[in-house]
């Protein structure tokens, strides 16, 4: 079969299992299965398709008609300037949260070299961004689950920053290693009963783990409020993403354990993303 044939094919199926960016996952996953840029795939669709490389092909359509995220059928996501690697059981990098490496590369435009650390890791994809961006930084991070640990692991070979961070599997309660200048994190924070509503290819296929945030949805962020201000140095940032709805109660909780709010930053659809704050 031509590559055309079979990226209209696929096209058909995505579109009648609403995919909205059918042809572009279409031709993006051909990519994968055959091993060539996007590019190549257009300027060559009369080419034929290997009948093995057909049948992987028709795999992946197929689970991708049922909702699985694209991140985790190519294994890639693509986050603030970079190419992570990502899996299943490591949540999805969002563009929401890029606002904190923005932020961060602001706060810290003059500041050669801090020590920071990021709470819930994932995949990486915020501390090692920031190291990319700040070649004197050293970064630790800490996560519960060893498939995010490991992925981290991996993207920090990929990226060249291995040698400025350090790993720990444990949760922030547990966690006593050291003394920061900042505090990152982009907790768990939907509620646990509106987890049924999120869009299925983010309540059926991403880690519920890094979703839940308990009945009120804070129970995680209070979690690492509390225990940054053991962690944190004297005058240090903290920076937590939140969702659109919990700034008054996240303010009122910093505020209870000694954080003056410095600022909360909107995301690009104008809703409150990101608290930063200072231990005073």
Known sequence: MKIESAIKQANNILKKNYIKSSLLDSEI????VINKNREYIILNLDKEIEEEDYLKFKSLVAER?????MAYLTGKKYFWKY????EENVLIPRPD???IIQQVLKIYKNKHKINFLDVGVGSGAILLSILKEKKGFLGTGIDIS?????VCKNNAYKLGVYERIKLFKSNIDNFSNGKYDLIISNPPYIKKLDLKKL???VKD???????NGGLDGLSEIRKVIKKSTELIKKNGKLIIEIAFNQKKEVKKILKDNG???IAVIKDLAKNDRCIISKKI
């Open 29 to 32: 996953l051909i990519s994968k």
């Open 65 to 69: 008609s049922k909702g699985k995220p």
């Open 83 to 86: 190419e992570f690697n990502v």
């Open 97 to 99: 949260t890029e606002i």
């Open 146 to 150: 060893n498939n995010c640990l490991n």
């Open 199 to 201: 869009d299925k290819d």
């Open 205 to 211: 296929f991403e880690p519920r783990i890094a979703l």
């Open 259 to 261: 954080f003056y709010i």
